[in-house]
C-alpha cells in the first residue's frame, strides 16, 4: 500500500462507524456524589426500579481501618433512602433487581500474595438498617496483582462468588436464603471477573488468568465443572465482564499490546464485535436489550463523537466521555459529558444502567460542573469532587453540531498549531456520505467540498475530508493565535464555533488502532502483525503538528521537491525502561529523516528510523516524537511498530 493510501486509511478511520437511528441519551439531572465515591475501589449498582445503590469509603478513616458503606438514592436523585455502614473495606457488591443488597470483604490491610484469609457473602436488609445473613464461604486468596474476589447475583437472588483458592480457582454459588447449595473447583488459572445471565438460567463466565500469564474466558454451564476456554483475537484482559439475556459474553478492558477494546462473543465462542476504544474506559456496563455502555478517561486520548450533549472541554481539555454501542457493534451514541473531568490526578468513574436504559455514571468534576439539583452529600474535602449524572434516552436531547476539534492523528483535544491536520466532531457537519477531496502539484486541497467549508478566525481551511460526523482539515498557516475561533458552515448554514487556543507544535502520530503506528516497511509494504519490519531495516511513520516548515507552503498545497525542512529539531525516544535504582529513564534516537512528507499535504511529516530503534527492553515497547519547541519540548503519542523477534 503506497504511504499516501496509509496516512488516509488513518485518517478516515474514525468515521467509518455506522450508527443506529433513533437513539440518543440526554441528561435528565445531575448532582454531587458522596465524597469518597471514587476512591477505594468503589462500585455502583441499580435495582429493577430504577434505584442507584453507592459502595463506597464511608470517609477518609484512620490509617486502620477502611469502613466501607452502602447509600441508596431514590431513581430521582433527590433522596438518601438510607446508609449502611458496613464496619469493613468490601471489594465488590452485587444488587438483585428486588433490591437485595449482597457484599464481600476484601483483603486485609497488608495482604501479600498467596496469602489466604476468610471470605463471606452478606445480605443487607431490605430498609439497609442491617443484615439479612451472613455466610461464610471458607478462604480465598489474596493474588497477584491483588486480585480480590469477584461477586455476582442473578435475577432470582442467587449469589456467585469467584475468587483465588489454592493453585487455581473456585466459584461458590448461594441460594436465595444464604446457604452454599454449589462449588465448582478447579479453574485453570486465578478468577478476576465473574458475571451471570441475567435471566437466571445457571450460566455463569468467568475471567481466568493461568499461572502462566495466559489469560482466558470460560462459561460455565449448569451444575457443569467442565471449563470451556472461549478462544477471542483479543486474548483478553478484560476489567469489564457482562453476560447479555441472550447469553452473548461482553468483555472490555486491555489486550496484550495495550490497546482498549470492547467485544462481544457468542455462547458458540463465535465474535460478534470487536472493537477497539480511544483512549482508556473507566466503566462498563449492559443494559436489558444488550447494548454496551462504556465511559472514558478522555486525558489521553480524545475522539471523535456522535450525538455529543457536551463539548470535549474548555479551552479544548479533554473531558469525560459515554459511549453506547449495539448489539451488533454499531456506534448508538459517543458524548462528552459536561463538566465531567478525567484530568491528570482525577479518578476514575464509575458506571451502572437500568433496566429501561436509564445510565448513572460518576466521575470527577471539573470547575464548570454545574449541578441541576441540591447536594445530598457534604462538600467534598479530599480527591477530585465527585459529579453525578443521570441519562435517560430522549429524541429531544439537545446535540452539539460542533463538539470538539482534536489531533488528526491522535484524536486528542488540545492548542491547534498552524500547518496541524486536525479533525473536527459532532453532528450534521456535512453530507451523510463521506467526500474526501482531491489534490494535484497543481492544485491544492480545496476549501470547500460537498458545501462544507471550515474557518479559523474567518480564513478557509483546505479539507481532506467532510462528512456527517467528522471533518479533516489542516490548519491554515496564517493563523495568528493566542487563540483562534474555528467554525463550520454546511450548505450556507453555520454550526456552533469553538475556540482553541494556538501552540507552535502540537505533535501526533497516526496509528491504525491507537496503539500501532500507519507505518511503512522498508519495503514499502505495511507494517503488520503478519509482516514485521526486520530489525535493521529502516520503517516510516507519519506525523503531524511538528511545528513551521521553510520554506512556507501554501495552504492545502502538496509537498514537491525541493523538500522544504520542519523548523524544529525532532527526536525519537523510547517508552522508559525502568530501573530500580535510577526509576525510569528514556533512551533518545536521531531520526534518519524527519521533516515534511513528500506528495502529501503540507503539514503531514515522515519520519524514518530503524526498527531496532524500538526499545524491547521496555515494560511496553514503543515510541514517541520529541520536537524542540522554542517554549521547550513538546512530545507526540507513544506507539509501537513490529518488529520480527519482537
Known sequence: MPAKAMVCLALAAAASGAATPGFLLGVDYTEWGPNYALLGGGQIATDGAGALYILSLCSIPAPSTMPFCVTKLSPDGKTIVWQNNLGFTAAAMAVDPNGGVYVIPAPPAGATAGQAYPVFVEKLTADGSGVL???????????????????????????????????????????????VDAAFPNVPGALAEIAVDPTGTDVAVVFWVSSSSTYGVARLEPDNITWATLTTPYEPFPFGLAVAANSDVVANGSDRTGAWYVERIDPSGNVVFSTTVPGAYAG??????????????????????????????????????????????????????????????????????????????????????????????????FGAPV???????????????????????????????????????????????????????????????ANVEVTFDGVPAPLLWVQDVQINAVVPWSVAGPVTKICVTNNNVPTDCLAYAVAETSPGVFTTDGTHAAAVNQDGTPNSLTNPAPPN??????????????????????????????????????????????????????????????????????????????????PFPGLQLAVEATSGATYSNFFQIYVAGQ
Open 537 to 618: 531495516s529502516i520503517v516510516t511513520v507519519y506525523a503531524t503538528g511538528l511545528g513551521p516548515i521553510s520554506p512556507a507552503q501554501a495552504d492545502g498545497a502538496l509537498v514537491e521537491a525541493p523538500l522544504p525542512v520542519n523548523t524544529l529539531p525532532v527526536q525519537l525516544r523510547s517508552m522508559c525502561t525502568f530501573n530500580w535504582l535510577f526509576g525510569c529513564s528514556f533512551n533518545t534516537y536521531v531520526p534518519g529523516y524527519a521533516g515534511p512528507a513528500p506528495n502529501l499535504v503540507a503539514g503531514a511529516s515522515q519520519i524514518n528510523f530503524l526498527a531496532s530503534d524500538v526499545n524491547s527492553a521496555a
Open 387 to 449: 459529579a453525578l449524572y443521570h441519562l435517560s434516552p430522549n429524541a429531544d436531547a439537545q446535540i452539539l453540531p460542533l463538539a470538539c476539534v482534536g489531533n488528526g492523528a491522535t484524536f486528542t483535544s488540545g492548542p491547534v498549531a498552524l500547518g496541524e491536520i486536525v479533525t473536527l466532531s459532532g453532528n450534521g457537519l456535512g453530507p451523510q456520505q463521506g467526500v474526501q477531496p482531491q489534490a494535484t502539484p497543481g492544485s491544492p486541497y480545496p476549501a470547500q467540498a
Open 133 to 179: 445473613w451472613q455466610t461464610a464461604i471458607g478462604s480465598m486468596l489474596a493474588s497477584p496483582p491483588a486480585y480480590s474476589p469477584s461477586l455476582a447475583v442473578d435475577a432470582s437472588g442467587r449469589a456467585f462468588v469467584a475468587g483465588s483458592a489454592g493453585s487455581g480457582g473456585e466459584i461458590i454459588r448461594l441460594n436465595v436464603a444464604g446457604g
Open 284 to 381: 462498563f456496563a449492559l443494559d436489558a436489550a444488550g447494548n454496551t455502555y462504556i465511559i472514558g478517561q478522555a486525558q489521553t486520548s480524545a475522539f471523535t463523537v456522535k450525538n455529543s450533549i457536551a463539548p470535549c472541554g474548555a479551552g479544548g481539555l479533554g473531558a469525560g466521555w459515554l459511549s453506547a454501542i449495539a448489539p451488533d457493534g454499531s456506534l448508538l451514541q459517543t458524548t462528552y459529558l459536561p463538566g465531567a473531568s478525567q484530568s491528570t490526578g482525577s479518578f476514575a468513574g464509575m458506571l451502572a444502567v437500568t433496566a429501561n436504559s436509564a445510565v448513572f455514571v460518576f466521575d470527577s468534576a471539573d470547575a464548570t460542573f454545574a449541578p441541576t439539583q441540591p447536594p445530598l452529600f457534604p462538600e467534598y474535602v
